[in-house]
């Protein structure tokens, strides 16, 4: 009477990839026994820096063929600079699954935390989503380098389709009708002169086709201040690439801890799967000694389930992520001495309840 | 028997600018009057958005000419998007004058502030300084646009140099020499991988001259979040004219208010009279209420008053500034009911005292 399957391509990564991914698939498979009705599939894929070592490619040439017919990507972080350096790692694993994947928007929550200690004095109640463009602007490949020695220049490209950009836009916009109903957009065209006049412009023209959705503009200096000073009054943000990065690690800042923000990285095309990572790296300073806090990857696993549509699940999920913070099960960087295994296993236990 | 004698052309632009620029002014006057040897003479320059209405342009033709001949540049605000596209603004004066008078860095400094209310928790004793690279980078004229309608594309370059680079990263190392001895470069290698490894290569060459000065390299996402969750662990950091934006504003943000930060651009060649601006705009939304926090333009002049080498003069006027913070002489927005006046008076008598 398995009413819903998915088939889901597990990639750990690095470092504590490889403790909250596991830690988290428990979850996962708690969350199928509560349903009933659905089960889950996980392929592992050892996929990483030390992968890299021994091939020296971060995946087999038949990879992106291999996942693509999974129905969705499950990682965990990539990235061991001490190893190999950072620019090869991730544009050999993680940007290019977004790519090739049509991964084109990244949605990423930040929200005040029940149980968590959030570093602002007055987080009030903040509640918003970053909606970010996954698969241009000031990451490109576009670029290069001319002369030598003394006189060395780098150029680097920064590419903004209309295709693109409007897009990530529609995105956010059609997620405010679900929400609060406002989206801020994040630019800055006062000194970047070509391409965020030109984002603003395609906001303006989006905005038009959705008149009951509040707007705002913030230069992402301002922005970025604003996260701090005030992060209670977004709801959406669109931001390009580069912006929605730095975002959304200011988001994990003031909920608390990096430790615990989720990320989606979409495809809506319905081509290809779509990507499920958090938004903390692999953290090579506290490998092995089981205290990484699994929290992003498990809030990650909710995006998931949201995603296949399982809506109710997700937000029980969610209920219980904060219901088990609160009540203290809580690992060292968010000021608690649970480890890893710990905090999952509750979340799990609490599930069953 | 004046010793030291500086002209200084005042620009008080828009907003706020025209508010809280007089009231420096008489900071400054009081300072002269204080050391006895040291004159100022002040020649101020309507060029404004409002400017701009009336002559299409923000400064007149002759306007850098005119401006070479002055000791240093104070500056207040520039920008009001209602009447005068920021790109048009911004692109015609304050950044005009930035690339011509090759104020090639930009430096600014956030501390923890007594009297004032930082956001943060637990905000120790951050003491830090951002070295702003603040000539080329991701602010540069270079680039365009391609087809149009659904098919348009913006493309951006961003311009790096070695020489560019390795002067601002040059300067960091021997600031840092004289405060606690450590520089944070902040990169963004792993997604931005023409103009970012570049980068990350000549910090490791300039690093080499400076065995005494420890040395950490963060990614502009984590260094952010860094800002609001341990600012204390920074001394000095170099980054990008993008990076270096938007940190400064997580840097105000943190102090408690982006209305105390200063700035300093810097000419460090000598051809070209050096520029001191404050970190904030010009605010449109409190003009003319007598409101506006005056002490980043103050803290920017003591800023200028270093630049002089008048050192042990800036010194107390920033003590002097903090003294007024704690005993409650503050603007509205850092918690207070005092008026822009009320400040600088209040810091014109405490220096006089
Ligand atoms: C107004 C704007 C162009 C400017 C900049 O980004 O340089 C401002 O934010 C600043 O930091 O001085
Ligand atoms: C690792 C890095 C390339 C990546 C990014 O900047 O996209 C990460 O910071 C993220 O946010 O997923």
Redesign the interface.
Known sequence: MVLKYFEIAVIPGDGIGKEVVPASLNVLNTIAELHGGLKFTFTEFPWSCEYYLEHEVMMPETGLETLKNFNAIFLGAV?NPDIV???IS??GLL?KIRRAFEQTINIRPAKYFKGL??????PKDFDLIVVRENSEG??S?V???IHS???????????????GTERAMRYAFDLAKQRKKHVTSAT????????????DEVFRDVQKDYSDIGTASYH???L???F??KPEIFDVIVAS??FG??L???G???MGS?GIAPAANLNVNGKYPSMFEPVH?SAPDIVGKNIANPIGQIWTAKMMLDHFGEVELGKRLLEVIEEVTEDQFKTPDIGGTSTTNAVADEICARLLK
């Open positions: 990235g350096p950072d620019h991730l544009w940007i200690r959030s570093p602002l004095v007055n000031e990451y490949e670029g290069g380098r020695g003394k006189d060395e220049t780098a150029i680097q490209n920064a590419v903004f389709t209309r295709k800055k065209s006062n000194g970047i002169v070509h391409s965020m006049p030109f984002w992402i200096d301002a970025a201040a604003a701090v000073t690439n580069l990065d730095i959304t690690d200011i994990g800042a003031i990096i790296g």
